[in-house]
């Protein structure tokens, strides 16, 4: 790297070291939240976010080289790691500049603790004119712009790669967890909407992507779900008003129920047959991954799926109320996975002649 590009770094980052923060100039895309534990650029928003409960993801530890006369990219070094995965898009204040950017992130990881494993702009950390390798190669970007995701990409895999600046750290989760981190910074080249509705991102605007990956060895997760009767259900709501089932399971960060949920909705189902008298509340409970809000609508859609599912089964709408809690009644600490799994849940809580809209 040239004294100059060193003077260049040095001077951003005297000049930026304090400006990511908390809290966005524009409205963040609603049901997203930051990584857990990481700061985002000062003014940014997120213009779309994506999650997977086990992934894998590769990072790139040394410059990619496109070898035009072999028509592809030579041996690189790169790591790739698995574990729960957050992709968030974040476009970032106007006039702040991909490089800028960088800086910041590399200034805030390192106060935290992180070791940067690689990181560069432009030229340093590929060769330029073969077609955003970073985004090609390492983020895997290669949609046809059909998907939100898609389309939120677009921007990375259509940028000027000579002010392209990329990251890739380690450290750890707030929860002790080896924490993988990449961020990718571009200067978006052309008008453009990620999700209907939002409006357009001007040209000359920087995006970035920041990914962050909290390492677990994969889960043997195939399981018997402990089956309950409605018998039981029964004697637990005429003992205590309330019942925990931790037998309807959803897909993850989604109200999409499960097939093994199947048997318990059944049970709660014939138990309403039985008790014609029964009303009752459906309570959707989550642990604290990510923000309040965005937990609070999760729950309350999770409800809301099952009281669908039980109407579906012929019980009457008007004897179910679905309500959404969130993480605000944890049953157990959200410290650890083991609690936090205790803290997923729905229960049912006998309305005892209380009245519901």
Known sequence: MSFRADLQRFAFAVLTALLVQAGPARADLPGTADPPGLKRFAGSSIVFQSRADYDRFKLALEKIVFSGAMGAVQPYRSQTVEGRRITTYYRLPERVVPLEALLNYETELKESGFEILFSGLGEEIETLGYNNQIADEILDMKGTYSTPEERAQWPFQNARENTAAYLAARGKSPEGDERFVSAYFVV??????????????????????????????????????????????????????????????????????????????????????????????????????????????????????????????????????????????????NTTEEGRAKNRRVELVDLAGGRIP
Not at 255 to 261: G, K, S, V
């Open 188 to 333: 978006n080249t052309d008008d453009w909407e990620i999700t209907r509705g939002s409006g357009q991102i001007p040209t000359g605007i920087t995006l970035g992507r920041v990914d962050v990956v909290d390492v677990k060895p994969r889960q043997q997760r195939l399981e018997l779900v402990e089956s309950i009767t409605s018998g039981e259900i029964n004697q637990a709501i005429s003992r205590d008003g309330r019942i925990a089932l931790y037998g309807i399971l959803f897909a993850y960060d989604s109200d999409q129920i499960e097939a093994a949920a199947e048997p318990t909705l059944a049970e709660i189902a014939k138990l309403m047959r039985e008790r014609t008298d029964l009303s009752i509340l459906v309570v959707g409970h989550t642990d604290a991954t990510g923000s309040f809000d965005y937990n609070l609508g999760l729950s309350r859609r999770r409800a809301e799926a099952v009281v669908n599912r039980l109407v579906q089964l012929g019980i009457e709408q008007r004897r179910l109320y679905p309500v959404g809690v969130g993480f605000s009644a944890p049953v157990a600490s």
